[in-house]
């Protein structure tokens, strides 16, 4: 699916895409248009739906995304990939408990963070 979305820095293409290997859904927002070789502006964000709603709250995602989109409308073209990923309910638990005894964040096991980005 691919539709035209207005923001606080102009209109972006908003495409959702599912990844062939896990079957996760993707969303690549973009402005402009450029050339196969061309370097352009990218910013990849690996998000969890708990990660996510964390971070908007409690830290600068935000802000983060927010200039990253900023970034991309100045230089008139670029991508930013939000690269959703699934979550086991026991990696949300771990991740309050670290919030709640104010350990700074641990890597997860590999089991739990073994990602699979599709490149």
């Not at 293409?13 to 896990?22: K, R, W």
């Not at 739906?49 to 230089?75: P, S, V």
């Amino acid at each position: 699916m691919v539709t035209k979305l207005p923001s606080k820095h102009g209109d972006f293409d908003v495409f959702a895409y599912q990844q062939l290997t896990t079957g996760d859904t993707h969303i690549a927002i973009t402005r402009g248009n450029w050339q196969l070789n061309e370097p352009i502006l990218v910013r990849a964000h690996s998000s969890t739906e708990t990660g996510d709603e964390i971070g908007f709250l409690f830290g600068d995602y935000g802000r983060k995304l927010d200039n990253a989109l900023r970034k991309i409308a100045e230089a008139e073209k670029g991508i930013l990939l939000l690269m959703r990923h699934r979550e086991k309910d026991e990696d949300i638990l771990v991740r309050l408990r670290e919030l709640a005894e104010g350990k700074p964040k641990q890597r997860p096991s590999q089991e739990t963070e073994q990602r699979d980005y599709g490149v």
